[in-house]
């Protein structure tokens, strides 16, 4: 269970927990919140996947799970309307577009905040930075990525679709 917004904390019990799932997923890649988010829990979320992510490897670390054996690459998703966020690479989404806005349509607590508190149609939104990020590499709609690059998660082919 998801502690409620603004009560994720980086701390040894997040970190475990987030190596516990790490371990059970034995992941190829992470995909997680980029470290310049507009969010606190986001930017959070970030530090903890990153420490996490290396901790699971690490089978002296106390957690659940087999250690995996490898340091699974990290990307970091895009920001909130690209705010500090250079993207380094792009992945065509337009045949799955229409999935994506109504999979955001489900989740209505945040699309119904979002709506009241600041006046953003979230599915609009996200259809709009996609336009932007497919424009940018040639397609209708794409979602951009930049790869964490730090020693022992460096990749020498490309992972994303």
């Avoid at 699309?111 to 424009?135: C, P, S």
Wanted: glycine share 4%; with cysteine.
């Amino acid at each position: 269970m998801l502690p409620p917004d603004c009560e994720l904390h980086h701390n040894l019990q997040s970190v475990t927990k987030t190596v516990e799932i790490i371990r059970q997923a034995q992941p190829d890649i992470i995909i997680t919140h980029s470290p310049s988010d507009y969010m606190p829990d986001h930017v959070i979320t970030s530090q903890v996947v990153f420490d996490a992510s290396f901790h699971a490897t690490l089978p002296n670390f106390s957690a659940g799970g087999r250690p995996t054996s490898l340091i699974p690459p990290i990307y970091y998703m895009d920001t909130l309307a690209g705010v500090e966020f250079l993207p380094e690479e792009y992945v065509d989404i337009t045949e799955t577009m229409e999935t994506k806005r109504q999979m955001l349509l489900c989740h209505q607590s945040q699309y119904q905040w979002l709506k009241e508190h600041d006046n953003i149609d979230t599915v609009e939104f996200i259809e709009i930075m996609a336009r932007m990020r497919g424009l940018q590499c040639g397609v209708k709609y794409a979602e951009a990525f930049k790869r964490c690059k730090v020693w022992g998660r460096n990749p020498i082919r490309r992972l994303l679709p």
